[in-house]
């Protein structure tokens, strides 16, 4: 065991299970070790580094960024922040941007501002939102309470009032569940955390049509499948359903912790002048980067390329599953975010990946989710699809 994972093992808090591994340095969709072992990255930091790690032309924004200012606050307005604003409102629904830091703080900056349309539009009775079992929207109190899996609030409750589950993609407990109460639906197009699980375009189609109805707030939650992760650069775009709300985290920055919660005007007009804040939120280092990453990723023939990457190694695993159907139950997904389900236990297959020096997630006990960087080589998918060949061979 190296230094740093002795010293990990120590001083930091108990809430992960870590591998006992410790990267010092990444290149391209490569990470490398203390000990300069080098590891094929299928993870992305669990979907983050989606243009890979140490990539040039992002270090170029971030050291032209930290040579002219680093923080000022949003008492003032800066230069990457509303640059940043303005492209992702020309390449999206939406009309104003909101700016955090993480996925859950974009996740509550959603909830409260969907209560607080409701709240000045309708009154403070309209409080209630629908979630879907099985749903991940991360570890701060509000999302928390709309995360549909009960395992994650052992020992923390009560959580928010006023949630109701439904099962995914059921259309019927969806028209159920709807009333003049709620002031809005959280979906994530693909449940990640949950296992890999794509929404039904029927039942997407339904909650916008409910959400009108009703006049509640469709919210996507896009933190996980944004930013091309899907080959499209938000994964509504698939559905063709716009939300009211969208939340994007995670590769917004590529790694530089950086959140933003987008709607239109009318709806975010309800967030007027100390109704909502964030010190850090918007900072101009992750900003500056977020803008490159958008540039690059929104280019048409690379979101294209993601597609195709994403249909091959779907249709390899496909053709796997089918000489396999004892071992592998579905393989499901969209471009580069797929999730293999097995009828056994993924962990030895996840280990056995790991000894090969190939990491991934395990999301769920039976499901591996290959979420590499968007800029994965056909020739690297290739090395993989062989190397699980050889691992399930055995099995
Ligand atoms: C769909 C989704 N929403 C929200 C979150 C929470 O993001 P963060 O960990 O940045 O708070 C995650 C994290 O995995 C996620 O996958």
Redesign the pocket.
Known sequence: MGYIVEMGEIYLAGNYKREKLAFVKGSGTRLFTEDGEEYLDFTSG??VCNLGHANQELIKELNTQAELLWHTSNLYYVSPQAKLAKKLVELSFAEKVFFAN??????EAGLKLARRWAYENFGKEKNQFIALENS?????YG?LSVTGQPKYWEGFEPLLPGIIFIPPNDKKALSASFNEKVCAIIL?PIQ??GGVYPLDKEFVELAKELCQKYNALLIF?E???GIGRTGKLFAYEHFGVEPDIM?L??ALANGLPL?AMLAKEKVMSAFKPGTHASTFGGNPLACAVALKVLEIVSNPSFLKEVDLKGRILKEKLEKIRKERPDLIKEVRGLGLLIGIEFNISAEKIYQKLLEKKILVTQPKPNVIRLSPPLIITYREIDFFMETFKEIITVL
């Open positions: 669990i979907a993480s996925g859950a703080e974009a996740i991940f929207h991360g570890r701060t999302a994530e990640g955390e939650d933190v996980q499948t939340c985290a995670k959140s």
